[in-house]
């Protein structure tokens, strides 16, 4: 017992020195934290299918807060040139209250995420460009991207946009059918 007790507070300490610089390695929350229904996304910002359904999910969220709740994973994939790092610049506009808004700019904005591009969005939000900046250029949630990548592997999502809903993963067909799912769980 004396033994384990040295190694616990080692493996504590070492943990807790993994987070990343600003502290929220956590994916994107949107809702009542007491909503009864979680509904989980996984999604690229450069994904077609995403830039359609995942702005309407958020949409959904906003519009049934006593009904539903989002988590929002990032799942850039590999073959989307600027996914990653529009991933990462949605997260520094997240360290300033504005993770949706801007995301909702990336998606409706797919064939342009260059890195001016990210920049002039951060303008557009109005937010504090210099800590923007700072955060973008030194990748300070290279892990907070990273985290939810492997969450994702972890589930062996099939591909973006991956949506679940309590645990269970589940097809779109559309806002009105997802809706009215979401709504019968809670009855």
Request: proline share 6%.
């Amino acid at each position: 017992m004396k033994k384990i007790f040295p190694i616990l507070i080692l493996s504590l300490a070492f943990l807790s020195a993994c987070d990343t610089a600003t502290g929220t390695d956590v994916p994107q929350k949107l809702g009542r934290a007491d909503a009864p229904v979680l509904v989980e996304e996984f999604s690229d910002p450069q994904c077609p299918a995403c830039g359609v359904i995942s702005p309407q999910v958020e949409q959904i969220i906003r519009n049934n807060p006593d009904v539903a709740r989002l988590v929002y994973y990032n799942f850039p994939l590999p073959y989307h040139e600027n996914a990653f790092i529009s991933s990462e610049a949605a997260e520094c506009a997240g360290d300033q209250g504005k993770f949706f808004e801007y995301m909702g700019v990336l998606f409706k904005n797919q064939n342009s995420l260059t890195e001016d591009f990210l920049k002039s969005t951060a303008d557009s939000l109005k937010l504090d460009r210099t800590v923007f900046d700072v955060c973008l250029n030194e990748h300070q949630h290279k892990a907070t991207v990273l985290a939810d990548m492997a969450e994702g592997n972890r589930r062996q999502i099939p591909g973006t946009p991956t949506l679940y809903v309590n645990g269970q993963l589940i097809k779109w067909s559309d806002a009105e059918t997802f809706t009215g799912y979401l709504k019968s769980l809670v009855k």
